[in-house]
């Protein structure tokens, strides 16, 4: 278990808590402010562990297969349940969250018939576009949560809210063009064909 893996395997962890600072401060009232707070550190802890471990996977030369899987895996993991609140709170589209789910799903089964076969995919440029793009989404949708729970009279509110559905939006349509580009390349491996000739 090393250290890049132990950082992956911690945003895992954290989504449960995530879930519950927007669930029980946020969607139950009890102490909203209080809410906002844990979801900004919580949200800024996970992305500074996904950026430190492939740092230090790399930097130490422990790039590893399960390490390969596991990051991707942690990353959907706790943004979706990031969008799972971003939906109950009314700002992001349902349609989105059903396209972000069908894609990741899919993405997870190509990885399962790769993985059969000892091959593990890594991130590609489309697929780390989409991660900056769920990234950004979330954060204007913490940004007009926070404007909710901090500043409900502001002017900016129902801007920042116009704006963070235009983000998932954005987002959602990435990830089909990183699952096309992921697809394309499944399609040219012999695992393919040999999937479909069982």
């Known amino acids: 278990m090393t250290l890049p893996n132990k950082l992956t395997i911690s945003r895992l962890f954290s989504a449960p808590l995530v879930f519950l600072a927007w669930y029980i401060p946020i969607h139950l009232g009890y102490f909203p402010r209080l809410g906002i707070l844990l979801l900004w550190v919580l949200f800024m802890l996970s992305e500074i562990t996904d950026i430190l471990d492939g740092h230090f996977a790399r930097s130490r030369g422990q790039v590893s297969d399960i390490g390969k899987l596991m990051d991707p895996f942690s990353d959907v993991f706790l943004r979706v349940t990031y969008f799972t609140f971003f939906v109950g709170s009314g700002l992001m589209p349902v349609w989105t969250l059903v396209i972000i789910l069908w894609r990741e799903l899919a993405i997870m089964f190509i990885r399962m018939l ?30 007009a949560l926070t404007l909710r729970a901090w500043s409900p009279e502001s002017q900016w509110l129902g801007k920042s809210e116009q704006l963070s559905r235009i983000l998932f939006i954005v987002a959602a349509l990435a990830s089909i063009i ?12 012999d695992i393919h064909k040999k999937f479909m000739s069982e």
């Not at 990183?178 to 491996?189: C, E, G, I, P």
């Open 114 to 143: 790769l993985a059969r076969e000892g091959v593990a995919m890594a991130a590609n440029k489309g697929g780390k576009l989409k991660s900056l793009l769920y990234f950004i989404s979330g954060l204007g949708g913490l940004i």
């Open 178 to 189: 990183s699952f096309s580009d992921y697809f394309r390349s499944y399609l040219k491996t």
